[in-house]
């Protein structure tokens, strides 16, 4: 599996998701700055986290906008899979990606510790090495993981199965605890918990592993 991680200034997770993608799927991603307009063919593109252009205006709204993401969303809309965690999902909703948008948590504070998540599907690519319904710990690390939606988009989204992941234990009062969607053809996933940093004993839970292990599979 080929991947490709997008960089921007104030990424902070890029060498988290370098780091798991290496791991498990053998393979070492390339890393593209934001600046260009384009890259090798890759398998995947990962959009990761941080604080894209410090979160002015919105989280993700100038990344958005920058030269590579036209790339990306090319890219995507021919049906490559992309990956947007956290920061990387706040990118993909104000690039049209994805529906939907993400605000300031509901307690007006961020938020960083693990928290209980549920698998929605096994049946993408994105979560094959999950089983439906099983329940994960991953760490989230958000001040605008707040997701919303208006009720008519919510229900589409249940309807057609692009819900990815919910929490058991909402942190930020998303609609209806949403904590990952898919776009309609399921080769786009945001969510805003971060599995890579959930891949090692020693980062408290190993329960990522299994988004990566099932990507590198499915795309081999």
């Not at 979160?55 to 049906?79: F, Q």
């Not at 990387?88 to 690039?95: S, V, Y």
Request: aromatic share 8%.
């Amino acid at each position: 599996m080929k991947s490709a991680i997008i960089v921007f200034p104030g990424s902070n997770r890029e060498q988290d998701a370098r780091r798991a993608l290496g791991d498990v799927a053998g393979t070492e991603p390339l890393m593209v700055w934001h600046g260009e307009g384009g890259f090798d063919a890759v398998d995947l593109i990962v959009v990761p986290g941080g604080f894209s252009y410090g979160d002015y205006l919105r989280s993700g709204a100038i990344a958005a906008h920058s030269p590579v993401m036209r790339e990306v969303v090319a890219r995507a809309r021919k049906g490559v899979p992309v990956l947007g965690i956290c920061n990387g999902f706040q990118i993909l909703t104000e690039a049209g990606l994805l529906p939907g948008a993400l605000l300031r948590n509901a307690g007006l504070k961020f938020v960083c510790r693990n928290v209980g998540l549920k698998v929605e599907s096994s049946q993408t690519l994105f979560t094959s090495g999950y089983a439906a319904g099983q329940r994960l710990s991953v760490p989230v690390a958000h001040h605008d993981g707040n997701y919303f939606a208006d009720e008519a988009t919510l229900d589409r989204l249940e309807e057609r199965g692009q819900i990815a992941f919910r929490y058991l234990d909402n942190p930020n009062g998303s609609a209806r605890n949403i904590a990952g969607i898919f776009n309609e053809t399921k080769t786009v996933l945001g969510l805003m918990p971060h599995p890579e940093n959930a891949i090692e004993t020693p980062q408290g839970s190993t329960d990522g592993r299994g988004l990566f292990e099932g990507l590198a599979r499915a795309l081999a």
